[in-house]
Nanobody
Framework: QVQLVESGGGLVQPGGSLRLSCAAS????????IGWFRQAPGKEREGVSC????????YYVDSVKGRFTVSRDNAVNTVYLQMNSLKPDDTAVYYC?????????????????????WGQGTQVSVSS
């Protein structure tokens, strides 16, 4: 049974940082493309970032470029989203997801329809 668990969310002041983690059981994250998505109240889910299974593709939505960094630690089967210079507009529930079709690929898909397994989400709140 595949399970994804996000952690690391919380309340932070504008300009602060958080590091989100996506840990998996029942599946090796290194074998697949991983996406990070977020959903704010009253808004549609938005793709924030993704990382390909092979070292070739890291994607960031324009609003987070230069502030967020996605990375992997295959030794602990975890993917991270380092978020710096956080803004109130970053407030949302953040989800990680796995794209099974994009295994052993240099590409990570941008759209959420390409992702098969999802975590339960972790709340990120940016406020003074």
């Amino acid at each position: 049974q595949v399970q994804l668990v996000e952690s690391g969310g919380g309340l932070v002041q504008p300009g602060g940082s958080l590091r989100l983690s996506c840990a998996a059981s029942g599946l090796t994250l290194a074998d697949y493309a991983i996406g990070w998505f977020r959903q704010a109240p009253g808004k549609e889910r938005e793709g924030v970032s993704c990382i390909s299974s092979l070292d070739g593709d890291r994607y960031y939505v324009d609003s987070v470029k230069g502030r967020f960094t996605v990375s992997r630690d295959n030794a602990v089967n975890t993917v991270y989203l380092q978020m710096n210079s956080l803004k109130p507009d970053d407030t949302a529930v953040y989800y990680c997801a796995v794209a099974l079709y994009y295994g052993q690929s240099f590409y990570c898909p941008r759209g959420d329809a390409n992702y098969d397994y999802w975590g339960q989400g972790t709340q990120v709140s940016v406020s003074s």
